[in-house]
């Protein structure tokens, strides 16, 4: 392809405006307060498409938020790429952790990204990554080298399980046909250690509230007689870790897939620094499942984690209460072959069998969605290893993800095709974190390196 | 005495209205949002001595809320009772549990309470119980009944620790000198039923912070690999009991007084309704120490109870984060010869210990106070147990109380004089809960018997 670098140098400032002025809209989809916001985002992502050079944008309204789909399709008989992303963002919250506004977006030097990196929600995950897909379409329409058909699927309900997409996939399936879905919504090792995302984690994320008595009591008079809701929790959450730091829920290990002593050795070569990891992190050492390394714990294994939990008196100075009930969210990240409905039924049974009398448990599935693996022996996933390596200089290395996408595995049941996850961030760019970022040379790589995805991948369709 | 039902049928409307305008102001201590609040019901408070009859009122000026003393010397060779009350209040929340606003005061009838109650935070706890000694003076000042000098201090402190009282009263010995301390903030058993509190127990109050890794961590990319604070934290608070309830903390029980089979027979003859305990709270059974009775357990034995716990997001929707940082505020109750400090040292020694490699644990004492017990053969109980037996036309029960009130067993240190704790208030009156009320009748039945008790303790002192 030609010019690639050249449309790139001479537009970069109008690239990096025009993500700057998605990531000022805080479209934070778990807040109802944030709803217009969510909505003018929607509406942004639109005109940018319409603007990128697509033939047919369309804002498709859900039970939900809205999803926003654009197509360019230049010959049927060619194939066609489905890019999907999001543009809802994470709830900021510690905002007091920020070094600058979440939503006022400002570029700085870090050691990892001495080009500069922007610092905003979602700078990362996911309007930067998906809006790199964005900018790469209009470079080839614009240089005249879109080699295949597009289409783009961009929704505002990732962060909240993306319950709304899944029906809009399943009622929309020849709308949304094609050979091959795009995704950039994970990361890679590094700068100079490009990879691919082959396998991702699922996920069941549940919210569990313990009840005692039926009103808040003076823990003097009650305290030591009756159930406190907190303690009970505390009991309860703690026994869903043995002192091996294995799960304890019945039967959650039953459909693992446990991976061959060739496959971890392959994995181990990897390059991982634990000192570099403990450092970044600024902990003591690592924690986790007896018998795995930190990269098997965060990837091949599954994890039960409190992603939070409240109750009883959390404001200023001392309230000697018993409160009446307690609350954790806690979620549950599965690995091929687990099915997250069965998981979360499994940890509901658990969790409620596990509770003392005297106080009552509800167990309230919140979402999920499958782990995912992608065959490195496809044509995708050939085409997105040969454009790293044109445009990174060295071959990616497949990497699995702890994180989880719950919407890939749906994809290949509805849609019957693969998908391919090329993602340009980094571990260290903070995502769902204070401080979110996305490196300059990132975002200009990711905009490089796609337009080479599309080549290699019709290419190699037609041989 | 003379005239007392009458006085009391006459003005009970206005003594009403007097406790429910001081029931208005929101005098929360431990939130600094209502230190005007806190200041003005100080000043209410010095008011109502005046016109209750004292000859010397002043407010003292302490490190935090003032301190308001009045005095009323008859004659110095007669005996002095020392009443202490507080007029700050507990924070009101959770206030959507509350049918009425907890600071607009109004009055319904309850099962409990056929000639109504009055329901507002602080209405029993202690602004209502303190009121009835200020009403107590003016009745028998106003019918030439009073029979021994009068001394009141009335503080803003009690519900955040009492600590600049203490030094208050280590600073002023003098001015406190007196032969009898007096204190309505506890409970009797029921309206016919009438008790008096021999026992308290003392407090420890300390809050807790767990730190991981040095930022909030995305859950699916480090969610099983490092140590996540808050299964930390419910792993080391779960760890606090074993399985008999007993609590772990290295050397708690060392110092703790066993009772006697006689004397814990004794307690037993209490009435008690065990169904009646769990059908009032809603619970299907009670939960605490093996081996002890419901009433044992809320009294002569020493609790450890997490009062409030907060970490990770805890709002709307889900949030798939590794927090930073987790806390949780953990309140002791302490029996007779158990030191508080003591106590505090061993917890948070014992506490810092059992922390995992990958967090690192902070414990900060807040509070705390010593147990107490009254003697039943003192001049001062048997005055109390006369009075009530003359208004209630039965002997009081002698009880042992759950409840903390730090102060007392620095009074008799400081000052060298015993308490009789005279509650007039019931266990359900839900104090330090949403929808705290006090009975109408008992307010007045209290402004009715502590009259006797200043007659009976001034003749048994001459004789």
Chains 1, 2 share one sequence.
């Not at 963002?89 to 977006?105: A, I, K, R, T, Y």
């Not at 959450?237 to 971890?264: C, Q």
């Not at 994890?303 to 209460?321: Q, S």
Request: with cysteine; aromatic share 8%.
């Amino acid at each position: 392809m030609q010019n690639i670098p050249d449309y790139i140098a001479q537009h970069k400032q109008r690239f990096l405006n025009e993500l700057i002025a998605l990531l000022k809209i805080p479209s934070i989809s778990a807040d109802p307060a944030f709803s217009k916001d969510v909505l003018n985002t929607a509406k942004a992502v639109k005109t940018a498409l319409e603007t990128a050079g697509c033939d047919l944008v369309e804002i498709h309204e859900t039970a939900g938020y809205p999803i926003v789909y654009g197509e360019k399709i230049i010959n049927t008989k060619l194939p066609t790429v489905l890019v999907y992303g999001h543009y809802d963002v994470q709830p900021p919250d510690p905002l007091d952790l920020w070094n600058s506004p979440p939503f006022e977006p400002v570029i700085q030097k870090t050691e990892l990204h001495p080009e500069g990196a922007i610092f905003a929600r979602g700078a990362c995950d996911d309007k930067g990554q998906m809006y790199m897909h964005v900018k790469a379409m209009e470079l080839m329409v614009n240089t005249h080298q879109l080699p295949c058909n597009v289409k783009f699927m961009v929704e505002g309900e990732e962060e909240v399980g993306s319950n709304n997409l899944a029906i809009y996939v399943a009622e929309n399936k020849e709308k949304l046909a094609n050979d091959i879905i795009l995704i950039s919504d994970t990361g890679m090792i590094a700068n100079d250690v490009p990879s691919i995302t082959t396998g991702l984690r699922g996920l069941s994320y549940v919210e569990v509230e313990v009840t005692g008595p039926n009103r808040d009591l003076h823990s003097g008079l009650y305290g030591g007689a009756v159930a406190n809701p907190i303690n009970i929790l505390t009991k309860m959450i703690a026994s869903l870790h043995d002192e091996d730091n294995h799960i304890t829920v019945p039967g959650f290990y039953d459909k693992v897939e446990e991976l061959s002593t060739e496959e971890r050795a392959e994995m181990a070569k990897a390059p991982f620094s634990l000192a570099a990891y403990q450092k970044a992190l600024d902990i003591e050492a690592v924690y986790g499942e007896k018998g795995y390394s930190t990269n098997e714990r965060n990837s091949i294994r599954p994890t039960l984690d409190v992603n939070g939990i409240w109750g009883g008196y959390t404001g200023e100075g001392a309230k000697t209460v018993i409160a009446s009930k307690a609350y954790a969210k806690i979620s549950m990240r599965l690995v091929p072959n687990q099915d997250w409905e069965e998981i979360t039924e499994l940890f509901k049974t658990h969790f409620e069998s596990i509770a003392p009398k005297g106080v009552t448990v509800r167990v309230t599935p919140h979402h999920g969605g499958q782990g995912y693996v992608t065959p490195i022996d496809t044509i995708g996933y050939k085409a997105a290893s040969k454009a790293f390596e044109t445009t990174f200089g060295k071959k990616p290395i497949p990497q699995r993800s702890g994180g989880s996408i719950p919407i890939v595995s749906l994809f290949e049941q509805e849609l019957g095709s693969k998908t391919i996850l090329m993602g340009f961030g980094l571990d260290s760019d903070a995502i769902h974190s204070p401080n979110e970022h996305f490196g300059v040379w990132n975002y200009l790589k990711g905009i490089e390196t796609i337009p080479y995805f599309y080549q290699y991948f019709t290419e190699m369709n037609k041989g």
